[in-house]
């Protein structure tokens, strides 16, 4: 797991630093050096016509110059371009240090703009014009260089791509990076959407900052697919169904079965050893074999061996599916909230017993448009902060809270969790109703043959563990299908069909198949 600051964070993290007698230009000079190699290492890789390096006038621009002079010195060709003159003292120092030995920035005037243009042709270009420091649009000089960058062969951005609000991931007009270099701790614009989307393969570049210092201020915990398989349930020594976990999907009401189908064939595909698709009316049902079938009016089926219920993919908001709903949170099996249970909850038709809120294995999951509800925001105040918006839900509703989009946040208590992928290929109908049946397959796998306890070592309930994973599992298995079958077309069945080579390739460790990876 990675540690996720907030800019304010990271410039205690850095003044504390400075405290204990590392200066300013020290700090730029080793979050530059650790840009530089990775700039190296590309170019190495697949060198380019040149590095042309675009500096803004602050210390990311500070950083930019350092990059330049050591890539200069390693023999690479250089070019380095100013949106506008170094305004900090490290930065004018680190500007002053790259033209003594010989690099020397040109400024952006629009006069020059024909011969920039010529530079970023086909070039390694480094974006050092803002960093951390815009969280608005860009415009000016700044977006007459940006406008340029689809023309170079590869971008790689220092710290977090110019335009992107590093505490949210919010975009205006932003650099889209092949690559972005972290400088001493993560930003939540690496793990959330849209930022997710628009900074590349991330790496890291250390300023000399101890876990413990970041990990005392960290805002959330950053983990990839490939962490979070690691918390993946293991077959027990003589694996048999009754050890593999016996699930109740709920839902799948009238016009509504599709979802219902989904839900009990993500989970029987994720591993669950029998899985019971329950309706909540009487009408005969059909699945897919060998999901069974029943519905919520039989009292005997919250009396037979279960180890988890998921409840709310197509189940409907009538008479029957508030009941439906209402005998699933009495009961005491770990419990996947989804889609139709999760508007009846925010509509105040159905109440979470005191004793689910006190005590069971409760998970939320909704997509941003039902946590909008269900806090009383507007979806755009959701995608604004999501980790406060995930810490809300979590905290109103004493659960376990999967805020699900790019960059998946899931909230416990005051800890968060946040699944970095980037999976265009899940933004298809039924991807939720898939990915609440695998999470209450592995929960009722876990429940079914009991492991350990905290797997995060972050003083967490077991069960958060085993969410992460099935979280990590569902967008492995959308990569590996947008790997396959595209981005588009591909259906939630899809998805169905790749949860099994998926937990497959992230046991094996093969090669990730996300495209944002952190690295």
């Known amino acids: 797991m990675r540690p996720v600051v907030s800019i304010a964070d990271m410039l205690a993290l850095e003044t504390a630093l400075m405290a204990r007698g590392v200066p300013q230009s020290e700090l730029m000079r080793r979050a530059g050096a650790g840009v530089a190699d990775v700039v190296l290492a590309r170019w190495r890789q697949a060198p380019a016509a040149r590095v042309v390096v675009v500096c803004g006038p602050g210390n990311n ?19 380095v371009w100013a949106v506008a ?4 003292e490290a930065a004018r120092t680190a500007s002053a240090d790259a033209a003594a030995d010989g690099v020397i920035a040109r400024e952006l005037k629009p006069f020059a703009m024909a011969a920039y243009l010529a530079d970023v042709e086909g070039a390694l270009v480094v974006d050092s014009i803002f960093g951390t420091g815009v969280a608005r649009a860009v415009d000016g000089a700044a977006a007459q260089a940006i406008a340029a960058y689809p023309r170079a062969a590869y971008v790689i951005a220092v710290d977090v791509p110019s335009g992107i609000n590093a505490d949210t991931g919010i975009a205006a007009a932003a650099v889209r990076a092949d690559m972005t270099v972290a400088c001493g701790a993560y930003k ?3 793990a959330v959407s849209p930022g997710l989307g628009l900074v590349g393969i991330v790496r890291f570049a250390d300023i000399g900052l101890s876990p413990a210092e970041t990990n005392a201020v960290a805002r959330a915990q950053l983990i990839s697919p490939r962490d979070a398989a690691a918390w993946l349930p293991r ?68 009396t037979r061996p279960a180890h988890a219920c998921v409840v709310g993919p197509g189940l409907g908001r009538d008479a029957d599916a508030i009941e439906a709903l209402a005998r699933a949170l ?26 689910r809120r006190d005590a069971g294995v409760t998970v939320l999951t909704p997509h941003p448009g039902e946590a909008a509800r269900l806090l009383d ?90 969410v992460a994973a099935g979280v990590g599992l569902h967008a492995q298995a959308g990569a590996l299908m947008g790997r396959r079958l595209g981005a588009r077309g591909a259906t939630a069945l899809d998805i169905v069909r790749y949860l099994p080579r998926a937990r497959v390739s992230l046991l094996t460790r093969l090669p990730p198949a996300t495209p944002a990876a952190i690295i």
């Open 61 to 79: 621009g500070g950083d930019g110059y350092v990059v330049a002079r050591v890539v200069a010195a390693a023999g690479v060709p250089v070019r």
């Open 85 to 88: 003159p170094p305004r900090t």
């Open 188 to 190: 939540l614009a690496h």
């Open 235 to 302: 077959e027990a020594a003589e694996a048999h169904k009754g050890v593999r976990g016996h699930v109740l999907c709920v839902g799948g009401g009238p016009g509504m079965r599709g979802a219902g189908r989904l839900a009990a064939y993500g989970a029987l595909r994720a591993g669950a050893g029998t899985v019971v698709l329950v309706a909540p009316d009487n009408v005969e049902v059909r699945a897919p074999a060998p999901v069974m079938t029943s519905w919520a009016q039989d009292a005997a089926l919250w």
């Open 330 to 355: 009495r009961s005491d099996l770990p419990l996947v909230i989804d889609a139709d249970a999760l508007n009846l909850l925010a509509a105040g038709e159905v109440r979470m017993p005191a004793a």
């Open 377 to 466: 925001l507007s979806v755009a105040e959701v995608q604004a902060d999501r980790v406060a918006a995930a810490l809300a839900l979590a905290a109103r509703f004493r659960v376990t809270a999967v805020l699900k989009g790019e960059g998946t946040v899931i909230a416990h208590g005051a800890r968060v969790l946040v699944v970095a992928a980037h999976v265009p290929a899940l933004a298809t109908a039924g991807s939720g109703d898939v990915l609440a049946g695998v999470l209450a397959s592995l929960l009722a796998q876990a429940a079914a043959a009991p492991r350990r306890d905290d797997a995060t070592g972050l003083g967490l309930p077991s069960h958060v563990s085993v």
